[in-house]
Nanobody, 126 residues
Framework: QVQLEESGGGLVESRDSLRLACTASGRPFSDYAVGWFRQAPGKQREFVAGISRAGTRTHYANSVRGRFTASRDNAKNTAYLQMNVLKPEDTAAYYC???????????????????WGQGTQVTVSS
């Protein structure tokens, strides 16, 4: 079992950058693939990015590809989501999720994940 806590959200202006962190405690973080999701008011939660256990593979939603970068430091039990050139439509609560899986696997659906953080709010003003 693992516990997750996101941090790094805030209020920024359009085209600014933010880096979210997802810090884990419990079972070794390297056992888990990590996903980033977001949910805007009145909308369903959507996939943003996924990263494999060792961080060697990543996958992004089309809406963020080229602007967001997922990474992780397993020695620090932390995953990151670097968000550049933020847009007002990126405004949402952002969640990290973790799931044990085989090496190299990417998990892209929220239904694939058992463990979730509480979320951190990102608001981008125009």
């Amino acid at each position: 079992q693992v516990q997750l806590e996101e941090s790094g959200g805030g209020l920024v202006e359009s085209r600014d950058s933010l880096r979210l962190a997802c810090t884990a405690s419990g079972r070794p973080f390297s056992d888990y693939a990590v996903g980033w999701f977001r949910q805007a008011p009145g909308k369903q939660r959507e996939f943003v990015a996924g990263i494999s256990r060792a961080g060697t593979r990543t996958h992004y939603a089309n809406s963020v590809r080229g602007r967001f970068t997922a990474s992780r430091d397993n020695a620090k039990n932390t995953a990151y989501l670097q968000m550049n050139v933020l847009k007002p439509e990126d405004t949402a609560a952002y969640y990290c999720a973790a799931q044990t899986t085989v090496t190299g696997a990417l998990l892209l659906s929220e239904n694939d994940y058992t463990y979730w953080g509480q979320g951190t709010q990102v608001t981008v003003s125009s």
